[in-house]
């Protein structure tokens, strides 16, 4: 499974970007599709997931300001990201996973920078 983000780049704070994940193959069974990011001299964390069902969960930092969703039939999950902090920027990662006990799939990332 090929996973491929777009849509980083620089913005002001305040401003907004959407982030698109593409997979390769068909995504009705990944159960777990999320968003990662990771900023210089920090670890990996996540920022929002989405069930297979459509349940949403956010990380406390972007509660409000992102909403994550997926569109099976085009193969894609999304992060809308708005009223963007410079404390926001990072590489930003796509994941997927069908289940638990089931393999990670990763993008190879996209920068997002929030900058006056």
């Known amino acids: 499974v090929q996973l491929a983000e777009s849509g980083g780049g620089w913005v002001q704070p305040g401003g907004s970007l959407r982030l698109s994940c593409g997979f390769s193959?068909?995504?009705?069974?990944?159960?777990?599709l999320a968003w990662y990011r990771q900023a210089p001299g920090k670890e990996r964390e996540s920022v929002a997931n989405?069930?297979?069902?459509?349940?949403?969960t956010y990380v406390d930092a972007v509660q409000g300001r992102f909403l994550i969703t997926r569109d099976n039939v085009a193969r894609t999950v999304y992060l809308q990201m708005n009223r963007l902090k410079p404390e926001d920027t990072a590489v930003y990662y796509c994941?997927?996973?069908?289940?638990?006990?089931?393999?990670?799939?990763w993008g190879q990332g996209t920068q997002v920078t929030v900058s006056s």
């Open positions: 193959e068909n995504i009705f069974s990944f159960n777990h």
């Open positions: 994941n997927g996973r069908i289940g638990d006990g089931w393999p990670d799939y």
């Open positions: 989405i069930t297979g069902r459509g349940l949403a």
